[in-house]
């Protein structure tokens, strides 16, 4: 079962503190304290996410499938096209924006992302909206190419081919997604240790 993200922060609330008020005064103590606090915090970054992602079951946003459902059949039809698991994961929480970054969506995934997946999936989560803009933009007055900025860009076929196979298709309530439960473990493989971090390996995968 998935916790809602206000449990999930407040299991790793409580215990000893630091006592300085600036970070100015840290010392050595004070990190070895901090440090034994960010490790459960650390450990539990998939189950904030998976609680996240699951917060989007709320909304249907006029589609025929949940904002939800859109995000875990766009992985259910990736997973059984034979991709790996970091696009599978990456294809799981590609619109977990929606809520909070409603204007910006892809920009919230691939901040989530970045740390965990190659640079290729990064960049197509990212653009995404840009190349599934090819379905519908044009019903907005917009230019439907507008992909083609990104023709000569080495990841500009993978995003095609993501929004093509797995992300447009995603709002088909007749389809038969893999069940959520089965995404959360390699979720939090994926997520288990960053493959780089501004403070190396002292807080990341302990
Ligand atoms: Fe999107
Ligand atoms: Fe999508």
């Known amino acids: 079962m998935i916790e809602t993200e206000a449990s999930s922060l407040a299991r790793v609330d409580g ?25 459960p915090y650390v450990d539990t970054l998939a189950d904030r996410v998976l609680a996240h992602l699951k917060s989007l079951e709320a909304d249907e946003g006029g589609f025929p499938v949940t904002r939800l459902e859109h995000n875990v059949q766009c992985a259910s039809r990736a997973l059984r096209d034979g991709k790996d698991e ?23 995934a691939a901040a989530i992302l970045q740390p965990f997946v190659r640079p290729e999936l990064h960049w197509m989560v990212l653009n995404h909206e840009v190349f599934q803009g090819f379905y519908f933009f044009h019903l907005f007055g917009k230019d439907k190419e507008m992909r083609q900025k990104f023709k000569d860009h080495p ?38 240790k960053p493959r780089d971090y501004i403070y190396g390996d002292r807080f990341a995968g302990m």
Do not use: W
């Open 155 to 192: 990841c500009y076929d993978l995003t095609v081919e993501f929004c093509a196979k797995y992300d447009a298709p995603a709002f088909d309530p007749n389809y038969k997604s893999v069940p959520f439960e089965e995404f959360i473990p390699m979720v939090r493989r994926v997520f288990a």
């Open 15 to 39: 215990g000893e503190k630091i006592k300085c008020t600036h970070l100015k005064d840290l010392t050595q103590a004070d990190i070895d304290i901090i440090t034994k606090h960010l490790k």
């Open 86 to 108: 970091e696009y599978v994961v990456a294809a799981l929480i590609h619109d977990i924006g929606d809520r909070l970054c409603t204007y910006n969506h892809p920009e919230m």
